[in-house]
């Protein structure tokens, strides 16, 4: 099992990045994918979670509206499309994958398998 996350960078404020999370070892449709995010001297918080096979996507109250986590089963991948970016997205940015249950997609210990970080600067 393998979550490789990608494309990060550095944008100004009011732009848009959007991440990528290619999986492999197994197939998306029987996972779900959670999007985390630490900032330096903070603990990981989720961003969204997403499971294609029931429909069920979350965010969190700071990126709602702003971002949109989907995926594309051919290609095994989960993106994060970020929009109207922030200072405080600035961020280490993390997918993992887990089977919560509801009330508790942002609970870290949920997920057994994360990817390496992708970095989100975003400048004022």
């Known amino acids: 099992v393998q979550l490789q996350a990608s494309g990060g960078g550095l944008v100004q404020a009011g732009g848009s990045l959007r991440l990528s999370c290619a999986a492999s070892g197994f197939r998306l449709d029987d996972y779900g994918i959670g999007w985390f995010r630490q900032a330096p001297g903070r603990e990981r918080e989720g961003v969204s979670y997403i499971r294609r096979m029931s429909g069920a996507k979350y965010y969190a109250d700071s990126v709602k509206g702003r971002f949109t986590t989907s995926s594309d089963s051919a290609k095994n991948t989960v993106y994060l499309q970020m929009n109207s970016l922030k200072p405080e997205d600035t961020a280490v940015y993390f997918c993992?994958?887990?089977?919560?249950?509801?009330?508790?997609?942002?609970?870290?210990?949920?997920?057994?398998?994360w990817g390496q970080g992708t970095l989100v600067t975003v400048s004022s």
């Open positions: 993992a994958r887990g089977r919560p249950v509801a009330s508790a997609w942002v609970t870290t210990t949920m997920y057994l398998y």
